[in-house]
Each structure stands twice: as C-alpha cells, then as structure tokens.
C-alpha cells in the first residue's frame, strides 16, 4: 500500500548523501510530494516533484506502478537511486519506458568566474534585452507551453518570489529565451534553461544563464545545474561547472488507448 507521508529525519535517511536539490526541496517542506511502501517500517519511498520521480530504498512494484497514476501525468522521468531499480522499472513499463542518460555536476559554491560570466552577458546579440521574470513574465511564462517549466512548480508569483528566480531574453518584448528555476529550496535553485527553436545558437540561453548564476550568487544562492543532453553538458562547462558523473533515467509515457479499447 503506498502512502503519502510528511518529511522527516527517519524517512530522510532512505535518501542520504543524494546530493539531489529537488530531494532537498521535499525535505525543507517547499515542494515536491513524498510517498513510502509502509507507515510501519518503510523500506522505499519515492518523490514526486514536477515531471520527476525519485525512486530510493528497496525496490517496490507498488511504487513504480502508482507514479504515473499518483502524479496524474502522462510523462514522468524515473530516477532510481541504485539499479536493482532498472529492472523492475522496465519490466512493468516495457516499450513505455525509454532509458536515457543524464548528466550530473558537481556541487561547488566557489568556482564560478564572474568575470567571465560578466562576459558572456555583456555577448548578448543586438536587438535582446534581458529581464529578470517579475509577476508579468510569471504569468506570461506559465501560459507559454515552451518556457512553463521555467515556474510551473511554483503555485503563484508569491512563491516563485520567494524561492525563485529567473531571467528571460526579450525580443520586441516577447520571451524567447531564459533561465529560470525549475525547483526551489532554502538558499538555492535547480535551473532550467531554454529558447524557442528559431533563436538558438545566438548565445541567448549563455547570457541568460549566466546572468542568473551572477544573481543567484549575489543573493548568496547556489544555482544548480544537472543536464539532460551534450548541448547542456557542453553550456554548464562554457559556465564553469566541473562535470561530476552519468547517470540513468527513464522517461515513461502512460499507455494510450485507441477508439476500440485496445492499448496502442
């Protein structure tokens, strides 16, 4: 039976030394959502936060196959904590569940180069502005289907205020590219970074991003970076974070019917 507990020192223990900012924000009770196999004596648990799930202790079939269903999603990546998880996730999800790779940077407070980062701002084309997300952008952020990952965790600009912070590249006004974060926790953010396909490789999500770490820093925040491809790998070092490790995800899809019932 799954159950759906608050954060505590007991349960954290199933989740120790993961250095995972997302976790943390479960923890310090900001967001995310946080579920174990046993109100008695858990062995597993698993968080829920935005369109990630992290899968940690024993590996439980009851968790695997209620995170869909319990996020109310049609997609969710699965991040177990070990791999005896990857076998019981890709024997119940089968052609659903896409392995992926992922990549992790190391936690350092001290390395970033603002002069550096100064510079990559300054490189913003002609014809941009950037603007840090304030309730107007907020609200226009989280009508765009493209960039509503850069505050959709955040339940008003309220909250997006205090455990958020963004910066966004405007053309004739309009978003079109940006930096924001995806999750927030007590003294940092985990980023999310992207721009609309016609404005890529013009150096408007490195000017963005570095334009947030340098806020970030100045308020005494960690900006946190974990990528999903070589292009982020390739931004977070131009950045100068230091690349820690891979690891493996999968991204499942909820299976769809067609008109006659049949799973497609």
């Known amino acids: 039976m799954i159950n759906k507990t608050t954060p505590s020192p007991q349960l954290a223990v199933l989740f120790q030394h993961w250095e995972e900012t997302m976790i943390y924000s479960c923890f310090q009770g900001i967001m995310g959502e946080l579920y ?5 004596i858990p062995k597993s648990a698993m968080i829920l936060l935005g369109d990630f799930c992290f899968l940690s202790g024993n590996p439980s079939t009851a ?12 997609f969710l990546i699965l991040v177990p904590r070990t ?20 990549y992790a940077f190391k936690k350092e407070p001290n390395i970033f180069d603002q002069a550096h980062l100064e510079h990559l701002v300054a490189a913003l084309p002609d014809g941009y502005h950037l603007h840090t997300i304030d309730q107007r952008l907020f609200e226009i952020c989280r009508q765009s289907e493209w960039c509503q990952d850069f505050v959709a965790q955040y ?9 958020g912070l963004g910066i966004v590249a405007l053309k004739d006004g309009k978003p079109v590219s940006g930096a924001s974060s995806y999750s927030g926790y007590l003294n940092g953010i985990e980023i999310e970074v992207d721009t609309l396909k016609a404005y890529r490789r013009k150096g408007l ?3 963005c991003a570095a334009k947030l770490i340098l806020k970030c820093l100045k308020r005494g925040w960690y900006p946190s970076w974990d990528a999903q491809n070589p292009w982020s790998v390739a931004l977070a070092k131009k950045l100068g974070y230091h690349f820690d490790h891979e690891y493996i995800v999968y991204e499942i899809v909820r299976n ?5 019932g049949d799973l497609q």
């Open 63 to 74: 968790l695997v196959s209620s995170a869909l269903e319990i996020s109310g999603k049609d």
């Open 205 to 207: 999500a490195a000017a």
């Open 155 to 163: 339940t008003d600009y309220n909250m997006f205020e205090k455990y």
């Open 36 to 40: 174990i196999d046993s109100l008695k």
């Open 256 to 260: 769809k019917k067609n008109k006659e």
């Open 83 to 102: 791999s005896d998880w990857h076998g019981l996730i890709t024997e119940y999800y089968s052609s659903n569940a896409k392995r992926c790779t992922r």
